[in-house]
């Protein structure tokens, strides 16, 4: 029955190239495997020796690269002067705020740090969205699994280069990471993360390949 092989990808191509054939039975619904033609030894060795020799295919993560421009309207801000003038009662209304926070976070510490432990309301992300950000403004994004590594985000940029230049990567507010084997989650890079790239090349044209160039949209 080919029920035996529904639970492994493949299973019923091998036996068709083997020299089975599939036939359904009207009297019970089921589908058998009959040989139909004796097939040669050389011919079933072979298959066999197919067999014993495939290995297990894994899934590769398509990095679906972008590359966005950061659009103009996104950019400009035009603020009145107003914007920027803070009033006595301003500073009074922060200085409440901060303390009812403050003594909100006191009240709510105790179950945070329970419901941490036991694992409550935690997500579990399998991949991560990172975008990095050239000295031109240019940002190139890539998918992660949250099982890479930060040496892994370097290699995607250096793919990524018109030519090699040495670069850091630097999370806004925090020194440049370091390029080795921590995992992503461990560097605060789940589910989604925004790097600086810093290098001293200076040049009139973007660091990225043409073939990236090519693919620039609006952010």
Do not use: W
């Amino acid at each position: 029955s080919s029920g035996i092989n529904a639970e492994y990808g493949g299973g019923v191509e091998f036996l068709e190239i083997a020299g089975f054939t599939r036939i359904a039975d009207d009297t019970d619904g089921e589908e058998y495997f009959i040989m139909l033609a004796t097939p040669t030894m050389d011919h079933l060795n072979l298959c066999i020796e197919t067999l014993q020799n495939s290995k297990r295919m894994s899934p590769t993560l398509d990095r679906d690269v972008k590359v966005l421009q950061p659009s103009a309207s996104s950019q400009r801000y035009e603020l009145s002067t107003d914007f920027y003038r803070v009033t006595k009662e301003d500073l009074m209304a922060e200085q409440r705020r901060r303390a009812e926070e403050a003594e909100r976070g006191d009240m709510l510490r105790t179950k945070a740090m329970r419901d941490k432990d036991a694992g409550v309301g935690m997500r579990i992300y399998h991949y991560s969205i990172i975008r990095i950000r050239f000295p031109d403004g240019i940002i190139l994004q890539g998918t992660f699994s949250a099982h890479a590594t930060v040496e892994s985000i370097f290699k995607f940029v250096e793919s990524s280069l018109r030519h090699p230049v040495a670069f850091t990567l630097i999370t806004p507010g925090c020194p440049p990471l370091k390029r080795d084997s921590t995992l992503l989650k461990a560097a605060g890079l789940v589910p989604s993360g925004l790097l600086n790239l810093s290098t001293s090349e200076r040049t009139e044209f973007t660091l990225l390949s043409d073939e990236l160039v090519c693919k620039l949209s609006d952010l």
